[in-house]
């Protein structure tokens, strides 16, 4: 046990420690998500929760976040429209085209 405690004091071997215990939990990803839809199907609501949200299916109540959209119109060309002045009382006037 004191030789474990003076390890741990050094970042290489609890760095080594970490990268194992993700390794191990990833590969036993599979199993695990297995297990949780297992229990999902047996009627879990809190499992079957889970699993719809692991899989991007379900997002809880109070977690929705607005989404940013950016709509870019750089490169689309503006249309050429031609306005014609129209006189007060009405009737367009061939003479007073307006253009760009």
């Given at each position: 046990?004191?030789?474990?405690?003076?390890?741990?004091?050094?970042?290489?071997?609890?760095d080594?420690?970490?990268?194992?215990?993700?390794?191990?939990?990833?590969?036993?990803?599979?199993?695990?998500?297995?297990?949780?839809?297992?229990?999902?199907?047996?009627?879990?609501?809190?499992?079957?929760?889970?699993?719809?949200?692991?899989?991007?299916?379900?997002?809880?109540?109070g977690?929705?976040?607005?989404?940013?959209?950016?709509?870019?119109?750089?490169?689309?060309?503006?249309?050429?429209?031609?306005?014609?002045?129209?006189?007060?009382?009405?009737?367009?006037?061939?003479?007073?085209?307006?253009?760009?």
């Open positions: 046990m004191r030789r474990l405690r003076q390890w741990e004091k050094y970042n290489h071997f609890r080594a420690c970490w990268q194992y215990g993700l390794q191990h939990t990833d590969m036993a990803s599979g199993a695990i998500l297995h297990g949780v839809t297992r229990r999902a199907i047996a009627g879990r609501v809190d499992a079957a929760k889970f699993a719809l949200e692991l899989t991007g299916r379900y997002t809880p109540k977690q929705d976040q607005p989404t940013a959209v950016q709509i870019v119109v750089n490169s689309v060309p503006r249309p050429v429209v031609k306005a014609q002045a129209v006189e007060a009382s009405g009737h367009k006037d061939p003479q007073r085209e307006l253009g760009p």
